[in-house]
């Protein structure tokens, strides 16, 4: 199986089990706060308030490369360095790996796949 299937698997836990544990007094669910690691092997636990989690999926628009971008995500991200995305193609024949190749702006970012490819794909970002 593909590792970013896993990544979104996990992700995808992690925000609807916060979600269902974490109910703001305005009754809509709310990821109180996480932790983030870093950009190392050792783990810093630095504790983050304000946690955006976004997750959808968009079908690749063929091409050399496919390519879809997510637009109007609102309310936006603080920066393209403030949140980060995984994709998981979800064709049956996937030949090349998707990636997110380009954060566009803190309410936009591309998903890049293969060559002629309109497969759907899923993402899931977090940030704040």
């Known amino acids: 199986m593909n590792k970013n299937f896993f990544s979104v698997v996990f992700l995808l836990v992690l925000v609807f089990g916060l979600s269902a544990m974490m109910q703001v007094n305005t009754g809509g669910p709310a990821v109180g706060y996480a932790t983030s690691c870093g950009s190392t092997s050792t783990c810093a636990a630095t504790v983050q308030n304000n946690i955006k989690i976004i997750h959808g999926s968009a079908a690749l628009v063929s091409g050399t490369p496919s390519t879809v971008t997510i637009s109007g995500i609102s309310p936006a991200f603080t920066s393209t ?48």
């Open 81 to 128: 360095t403030s949140y980060h995305c995984t994709a998981t193609e979800q064709g049956s024949a996937i030949t090349t790996p998707v990636t997110i190749s380009s954060y566009v702006s803190g309410s936009s970012f591309t998903i890049t796949g293969g060559a002629t490819d309109s497969d759907v794909v899923s993402y899931i970002c977090a940030g704040t």
